[in-house]
């Protein structure tokens, strides 16, 4: 009789955790951005629709995503790849104002970051994390995982302004399903990302430096 109260209490559990793991598919910082791994090519996801190739990195946007950061207007987030490989995720932020906050927010989850003119960055196990302000007032949160992809100096340095990567959207640009194309990599309908939660969940799985 206990044993089978066990099982049953187990069963529960389980039923109980499975909305909430179907309705979360983020992924750690340290494996990827979102829905998407590093080292991944998301040429051949479904959604994603490429901006322009800029020093060889190729830069995308993703039609499904619905990214919040809320008090620090609304991002838009752009996925750079080498080789057919991603390694960097940079959201332009369109509130400028709110540096020193997010920034304030940033060091309580990973610490003191490491100021470098105008920019702070941090070292996140396998990512790099920099803020820096941008241009039209603006700001640009940017995350790099060199490791996921074979790039040289130059690719590293390959920094589109969030401004500049802005005027490459479509006029009607919304975060909506893309077209269906081929027969692509079955995924959710959208990738819903609170920000900072998201980096707050990720934390505990990370050692955090600062460089």
């Keep these: 009789m206990v044993s089978m109260i066990r099982v049953m209490v187990a069963a529960l559990a389980l039923l109980v955790a499975m909305p909430c ?7 750690p910082l340290s494996k990827g951005f979102g829905s998407v791994n590093w080292g991944e090519d998301i040429s051949k996801k479904q959604g994603f629709m490429k901006l322009r190739t800029d020093e060889g990195v190729d830069y995308y946007i993703f039609l499904r995503e619905q990214t919040k950061a809320s008090g620090f207007g609304r991002p838009t987030v752009f996925y750079g790849q080498s080789g057919g490989r991603l390694y960097a995720v940079h959201l332009r932020l369109t509130d400028g104002s709110g540096f020193d906050a997010l920034r304030l927010e940033l060091e309580d989850i990973y610490g ?14 396998p990512v790099r994390v920099k803020l820096s302000p941008d241009q039209g007032g603006t700001m640009k949160l940017s995350f790099y995982n060199p490791t996921a992809a074979s790039i ?6 390959a920094e589109p302004s969030g401004d500049e990567l802005a005027k490459l959207l479509p006029e009607d640009y919304l975060p909506i399903k893309g077209p ?18 998201y980096l707050r969940q990720g934390r ?7 460089n």
């Design 112 to 125: 003191k970051g490491k100021v470098s003119g105008k920019s702070v960055r941090w070292r996140v196990g």
């Design 152 to 157: 040289t100096a130059a690719q590293r340095e």
């Design 21 to 27: 793991l179907a309705a979360n598919p983020q992924k």
């Design 180 to 197: 269906n194309l081929g027969a692509p990599i079955k995924q959710p309908d959208d990738t819903g990302i609170d920000l900072l939660p």
């Design 204 to 210: 505990k799985l990370l050692k955090v430096k600062t």
